[in-house]
């Protein structure tokens, strides 16, 4: 830290004790008009920062293991690694992996929050070979259970308001959401599901500003995917179909493996008549959801606006989807 007037510039390193390389440094030049709040900011920024940084790092370390060779912890950090992905390879490797943690240790909150949240995506995305609402039940059933491992666990929280927002349940979901972040206000997985749930409950301007939030929170996360995603819903649903698309593209050079982030942009193109964008992203989206119709259960999510549905549905329609 070195301190000019009334300025003060802190340069911050993450450094693999084990082997001395570098995982993550950053340097932050702030006016020291409050200490305060200089230092709740810088260690907000801090946090968000090295968190996917420390998991990144330990998933390297695992690298060349053989499942049977890998400790406790190494099994946790490469589940959760796998969790996030959102492929079915990856959906097949995390349960395996989150099976053999919780045969170990049966009351795993963070395995069992990620073991939710994957049966959710799993479940959405028709990666499981039980139907949807099977999927669901074991989605909740695993949400239930990190939560009663340790109910101050702000994953737990957020992996079973999840859960309750996909059933329809958006004020639970957003009350559960809001004490995830009391418990732990630097989570990003919380406030960027908070926006989820603000998006899909029919208030996209409070989604957008919790979707700030988490990407504020932590830029290098993996689930950037999903709040770029989110973001799109949220134009979408207020008609601003240019931006939609944006963001849609954005999610999609993030990680291109998302499928609601194609749909968002065949159908908010469409709508703008731009047929080349709506064809790119509805290729996108059949070529991970091969097989996809209008009617299809993997297209399914909890708006509360008929109306909001029906625009996304009405886009889908426009760039070719058949019914």
Not at 224 to 229: A, D, K, S
Request: net charge negative; glycine share 6%; aromatic share 8%.
């Amino acid at each position: 830290m070195r301190k000019a007037g009334n300025r003060v510039r802190i340069n911050a390193q993450l450094i693999d004790a084990g082997g001395g390389q570098h995982v993550w440094a950053e340097r932050y030049d702030r006016a020291l008009e409050d200490i305060f709040v200089v230092q709740d900011e810088i260690t907000r920024s801090i946090i968000g920062a090295i968190a996917p940084g420390i998991v990144a790092a330990e998933i390297q370390r695992t690298h060349g293991k053989k499942a049977e060779e890998l400790g406790q912890w190494e099994r946790v950090m490469r589940a959760h690694w796998h969790v996030q992905r959102f492929t079915q390879e990856d959906f097949n490797e995390a349960i395996l992996l989150i099976e053999e943690i919780l045969r170990r240790d049966p009351e795993n909150a963070m395995a069992l929050a990620d073991l939710a949240y994957n049966w959710h995506m799993g479940g959405l995305f028709g990666w499981t070979t039980e139907p949807f609402p099977v999927a669901m039940e074991r989605m909740g059933a695993a949400a239930r259970r990190a939560v009663a491992a340790d109910d101050r666990d702000a994953a737990a929280q957020t992996a079973l308001a999840v859960y309750e927002l996909f059933s329809d349940l958006h004020d639970d979901a957003i009350r559960r959401l809001n004490r995830a972040i009391e418990l732990d206000p630097n989570s990003s997985f919380a406030r960027g599901y908070l926006g989820t749930a603000y998006s899909f409950g029919g208030e996209p301007e409070r989604s957008l500003a919790a979707m700030h939030d988490a990407m504020r929170l932590s830029p290098r996360d993996c689930l950037m995917v999903i709040w770029h995603t989110v973001s799109a819903w949220s134009h979408l649903h207020t008609q601003r179909f240019a931006e939609a698309i944006s963001c849609a593209k954005q999610a999609i050079d993030f990680n291109p493996s998302f499928p609601d982030s194609h749909g968002i942009m065949a159908a908010a193109a469409a709508h703008l008549r731009r047929m080349t964008e709506a064809q790119t992203g509805l290729n996108g989206l059949t070529r991970l959801l091969p097989g996809l119709t209008l009617s299809d259960p993997r297209l399914v999510r909890p708006f509360r606006r008929a109306e909001d549905r029906e625009r996304f549905v009405s886009g889908l329609r426009k760039a070719g989807l058949p019914e």
